[in-house]
């Protein structure tokens, strides 16, 4: 079973960055795609930044975090980052981190990031 370590969340101030890192554990594969979704109260997950290996590497970001969230990976492709940077209250949700291997998901068990005033 694959266990995830997320840190990095908490609360800032408009304009301000904290970078998110996800470390997984145990069971882990050949990775296919890893990466953030968020989930504000009263919405659905959405994606925020997938980072695929198999290949050519290549990330996606969804359109309301392009230019300001960067997301990365190490050597091992144990750990996923995401760099936040000019962070907007609308960007206040729980961040999940996500493991795609041999076919299957993976999930942290998430980090809350507050922007606020």
């Known amino acids: 079973q694959v266990h995830f370590v997320e840190s990095g969340g908490g609360v800032v101030q408009p304009g301000g960055s904290l970078r998110l890192s996800c470390t997984a554990s145990g069971g882990l594969f050949v990775v296919a795609v890893m990466g953030w979704y968020r989930q504000a109260p009263g919405n659905a997950r959405e994606m925020v930044a997938t980072i695929s290996i198999s290949g050519v590497t290549t990330t996606n970001y969804a359109d309301s975090v392009k230019g300001r969230f960067i997301i990365s990976t190490e050597n091992t492709k144990n750990s996923v980052y995401l760099q936040m940077n000019s962070l907007k209250p609308d960007d206040t949700a729980v961040y999940y981190c996500?493991?795609?291997?041999?076919?299957?998901?993976?999930w942290g068990q998430g980090t809350q990031v507050t922007v606020s005033s």
């Open positions: 996500y493991r795609e291997q041999l076919g299957k998901d993976y």
